[in-house]
């Protein structure tokens, strides 16, 4: 248990306010969000790009919180009389150290690392399902993975936990070697390595190089549990201690094959490892198997039994906006809206053109694929090849000035009504995609994150409902005027 002492020797402040207490309470949590603060916990005061968490700290005092971590001292003055405050440096380098020193106390918990170019956070909910039947642990909320979501991850966990899983993120190089001194993983997973956040990496080169340091901070007798990377992380490999392999071909430790989707409703995923053992879990997409068999690699490693994984991913859920599927005011709509790099988006295309063969019209909404730095618009244009040779798909709505690369090579080879752009979908922009779309159609929606097309399925559930209030309207008697019929 920390204490507000413990916590200042471990971080390096000093105390800018100290109540007069013999037995200082133990501090019972940790939060970054003066909203959330709950009764007797620890407030981090974060300077960001758009807010001062310094400008809420009495509020999160007033709200309960036992100790602020400040840099600016003039924060302490009118504090409630048992809140204690420390000044430090850095208040986001203190949440690092804090966190450093939290996880050498697990010394009974097993830390899992999960990074890659696509399919973290999805990983990362199969890793949990999974060993979660078994044993008792933490995991990553949402997709908190950078230096403000995985130290509190790591600051969740208690010395009891037999787990501590952490979905591990980047933008620029340096900033995954700096989470794992933090987190000295056990099991470092990556779930490949493809073109994301080449504006800050790079190259792919790059991209390898960021992901595959996650192995460097193994600890001794740890276990890399890799999917395919095309060679990219072998010299990475070669330093960790233990290496598991998953993918389809040949070589593969973990032998993907038979990957299906089940018929009937709901869809399922069906793929078998080694030829030996068949698994389903409940998301679509043939790019899940590889996540699902490393949570398989991962369960494995940890002790769990065929038994219990096949029950784990069998009750597995997909995080919101990766490629869940809806209908909606009759549209078959598939939502994987939270990001997009080409390998996702030409991923998500090849699964959507499957499943929604029978629809009267598919619809592929495609935004702008952001953080690809020079390589941007030759990868919007490998998109739209994508597109072409899959020869599926009805109507493309481009999303975005980057986008328009997708559509201008389209346009060289469809004619101009099936292929559609658009600056954005914000609250018009929405309503006029959705307005595009009839019953019986099916629309992929994938993009990055910024760019919001979740916004077009909030449009289609407005539609809906105003279209079953309508029918409620024209269903009621009327009421009838007041005076005499006749």
Known sequence: MWTAESIRSA??????????????PPIAGFTVDSRAVGEGEAFFALRGERTDGHLFARQAALSGAALLIVEDASVAHDLP??????????????????????????????????TGSAGKTTTVRLIDAVLSTRLRGVASKKSFNND??????????????????????????????????????????????????????????????EKG?????????????VGPHNGLLNDHLRAAPNVVTVGDNKDADLRISGVAHTTGDPVRLRFTINERTTYELPLIGA?????????????????????????????????????????????????????????????????????????????????????LGDHAPEAHREVAEAV????????????????????????????EDRVRMIGDVRAEGARMVASCLRPGDAVLLKGSRVVGLERIA???????????????????????EPGHAG
């Open 287 to 371: 790019h899940n198997a590889v996540n699902a068999a490393l949570a398989v690699g991962v369960a494995r490693r940890m002790g769990v039994d065929e038994e219990r994984i096949i029950e784990g991913l069998a009750r597995a859920e997909a995080p919101p906006m990766r490629m869940q599927r809806a209908t909606i005011a009759g549209v078959d709509v598939f939502n994987d809206a939270y990001n997009a790099n080409p390998e996702s988006v030409i991923a998500a295309l090849r699964t959507f053109s499957a499943l929604a063969a029978g629809a009267a019209r598919r619809v592929a909404v495609l935004g702008d694929m952001l953080e």
């Open 458 to 480: 909030r449009a289609l559930e407005a539609r809906e409902a105003g279209e079953a209030e309508a029918a409620i309207a024209a269903q009621s008697p009327s009421v009838p």
């Open 213 to 225: 340091s996650l192995l460097a901070y193994l600890r001794p007798g740890g276990c890399a549990i």
């Open 388 to 415: 072409l040779q899959d020869g599926t798909i009805d109507l493309v709505v481009a999303v975005g000035s980057l986008a328009l690369h997708t559509a201008e090579r389209l346009l060289r080879d469809l004619p």
């Open 81 to 114: 009389e048992n809140v204690y405050a420390i000044k430090v440096g850095d208040t986001r380098l203190a949440l690092l150290r804090l966190a450093r020193a939290h996880r050498r106390m697990l010394e009974g918990t097993r830390v899992i690392a999960v």
């Open 11 to 24: 971080i390096g402040g000093v105390f800018v306010a100290r109540p007069k207490t013999a037995h200082p």
């Open 148 to 209: 403000v979501g995985v130290p509190l991850t790591v600051l969740r966990a208690v010395r009891t936990d037999q787990y501590l899983l952490c979905e591990v993120g980047t933008n620029a190089p340096g900033e995954i070697a700096a989470l794992a001194e933090v987190l000295e993983p056990d099991v470092a997973v990556i779930t490949g390595i493809g073109r994301a956040h080449l504006e800050g990496l790079g190259s792919l080169e790059g991209v390898a190089r």
